[in-house]
T-cell receptor, first 110, second 112 residues
């Protein structure tokens, strides 16, 4: 699986959009981009995933660049409950293990 | 719909004892995965099972650790003769096919 690079930490004001970047310059054509988050002491929570096209669900939007070398997770209106570590993972669709890196620690401030 | 369930949520063992961690996947999911998270680190894959079969155990320590997913009942991660280095959070995930994995709340193992 391709390696990902994320900033160690980010802050965001409550009510504002949180934009979390992820670089995956060695991604291959059949690898998906997955996002999970882990709120303190809880299990990872699935957020969204995509291959080429931008994706949106009730939690977030995923913007993937045309060359697929990077992506951005967008939380449109961050709340204090969105404070968590966010993991960007690149994997083959049928690969067994999710390779969790260090992630980005997002702190939403009032 | 119930998500992935794990029990116990917290487990304390003394060195040399056995630890048994249980995972009940989402109803209808036949694929189970176990991960370990050491303090201040990311999750590390341990093993992937389908009903009655171990598919990939490339992340399992060679000794003392075993996993099963019987035809009936939960998946079990078993750690024999625990040592202090086994203290960690153990997460189970399940999926209907080999695709998006949904995680349970974890079991936090503390070895005294």
């Amino acid at each position: 699986d391709a390696k990902t690079t994320q900033p160690t930490s980010m802050d965001c004001a409550e009510g504002r959009a949180a934009n979390l970047p992820c670089n995956h310059s060695t991604i291959s054509g059949n690898e998906y981009v997955y996002w999970y988050r882990q709120i303190h002491s809880q299990g990872p929570q699935y957020i969204i995933h995509g291959l080429k096209n931008n994706e949106t669900n009730e939690m977030a939007s995923l913007i993937i660049t045309e060359d697929r070398k990077s992506s951005t997770l967008i939380l449109p209106h961050a709340t204090l409950r969105d404070t968590a570590v966010y993991y960007c993972i690149v994997r083959l669709y049928n690969n067994n293990d999710m390779r969790f890196g260090a992630g980005t620690r997002l702190t939403v401030k009032p | 719909n119930a998500g992935v369930m794990q029990n116990p949520r917290h487990l304390v063992r003394r060195r040399g004892q056995e630890a048994r961690l249980r995972c009940s996947p989402v109803k209808g999911h036949s694929h189970v995965y176990w991960y370990r998270q050491l303090p201040e680190e990311g999750l590390k894959f341990m093993v992937y099972l389908q009903k009655e079969n171990i598919i990939d155990e490339s992340g399992m320590p060679k000794e003392r650790f075993s996993a099963e997913f019987p035809k009936e009942g939960p998946s079990i991660l078993r750690i024999q003769q625990v040592v202090r280095g086994d203290s960690a959070a153990y997460f189970c995930a399940s999926s209907p096919l080999v695709e998006t994995q949904y995680f349970g709340p974890g079991t936090r193992l503390l070895v005294l």
